[in-house]
């Protein structure tokens, strides 16, 4: 049985300031699927989510959700300024629930809420601040916050940049297991990890130039990516989807 499409892309080029960042971008993402998007800097990769967010207007082409109520969470890259932030951890996930002025939060919200922490694993962090918390304890606070509200896609922009690799393989192993409830789209530069976890991975440069399974042939996708030859380190203590 095919696998239900949830968002569709199609011929998708955005243009900024002369400068054409994205050129005629094409895929389709479904449900339950780990997609994984990588490429260098500067090649519209944060692009490519702000559009998808609805955050940027496509100069060309279409970004069309195949479901009308799809809920999307997005987990941006690491933010320094939520550290001192003047609130207790569950609030601060509770907040991923907020819905708009003026409206409190109701018993489903604080349910959820501790489902969440329960399901994550991380009851052991709710005494502590948000600026006593390491680096892998902060992205899934994170996490939390961005699956609080049941997304159906999740978003994640560069999550495991500023944590060391046991947390990074934890973070992983929490992204398989969310890959059963919602479909998650992972841009990271982290090739040794994805390369070996993920099945699925779209190589963008302004355009895709690959997208696929990359274990079969990394190295040549790798070089035509970056236009040179690339080493990739394998992390340990990894399985993959």
Known sequence: MSSKTILEIENLSFVLNGATILENISFRINENELLSIIGPNGGGKTTLLKLILGLYKPTKGRIKFLDKNLSIGYLPQKKSEFFDFPISIYHFILLGRYKKPFTNFNDDDHKKTKEVIQRLGIENLLKKRLSNLSGGEFQKVLLARSIVKDPKLLILDE?????????????????????????????????????????????????????????????????????????IIDHKEHKKL
Do not use: W
């Not at 099945?199 to 996708?221: A, E, H, M």
């Open 159 to 231: 999550p495991t940049s500023f944590i060391d690799i046991k947390s990074q393989n934890e973070f992983y192993n929490l992204l398989f297991e969310l890959k059963e409830r919602m479909s998650i789209i992972l841009v990271t530069h982290d090739l040794g990890a994805i390369s070996t976890k993920i099945k699925r991975i779209i190589c963008l440069n302004r355009k895709i130039n690959f997208d696929g399974d990359i274990t079969t042939n990394r190295d040549y996708v790798m070089n035509n990516l970056y236009g040179h030859e690339v080493s």
